[in-house]
């Protein structure tokens, strides 16, 4: 079965940190961008990272830029989201998302979060930032 699962969210008190999972299974993440998105109660689908198959360009949403970092280890299949510095705001569902095609990550994460523009989804893991 061809398919992504997220894994690492939790609760976590502000300023902590937690480093998301995704893993790909029947497939290889090699030739696949990227794509971190996460959504909030009655908010819409937000692009929070995304990078390319080689991981040479990266994009970062301002809200997170300089706390949240993506990484791939292809040998392990499995990209990553390393969150510092997490605020109450940073509370959603987190879903990564994987895409044979991208134009660039910054099109990716912004205009493209429909789940049709990406080949494949994972079912999505909380964070939860609170005191």
């Known amino acids: 079965q061809l398919q992504l699962v997220e894994s690492g969210g939790g609760l976590v008190h502000p300023g902590g940190s937690l480093r998301l999972s995704c893993t790909a299974s029947?497939?290889?993440?090699?030739?696949?961008?990227i794509g971190w998105f996460r959504q909030a109660p009655g908010k819409e689908r937000e692009g929070v990272s995304c990078?390319?198959?080689?991981?040479?360009?990266?994009y970062y949403a301002d809200s997170v830029k300089g706390r949240f970092t993506i990484s791939r280890d292809n040998a392990k299949n499995t990209v990553y989201l390393q969150m510092n510095s997490l605020k109450p705001e940073d509370t959603a569902v987190y879903y990564c998302?994987?895409?044979?095609?991208?134009?660039?990550?910054?099109?990716?994460?912004?205009?493209?979060?429909?789940?049709?523009?990406?080949?494949?989804w994972g079912q999505g893991t909380q964070v939860t930032v609170s005191s």
């Open positions: 998302a994987a895409a044979g095609i991208i134009t660039t990550v910054q099109d990716m994460c912004v205009t493209k979060r429909g789940r049709t523009d990406w080949n494949y």
């Open positions: 029947g497939f290889t993440l090699d030739y696949y961008g």
């Open positions: 990078t390319t198959s080689s991981g040479g360009n990266t």
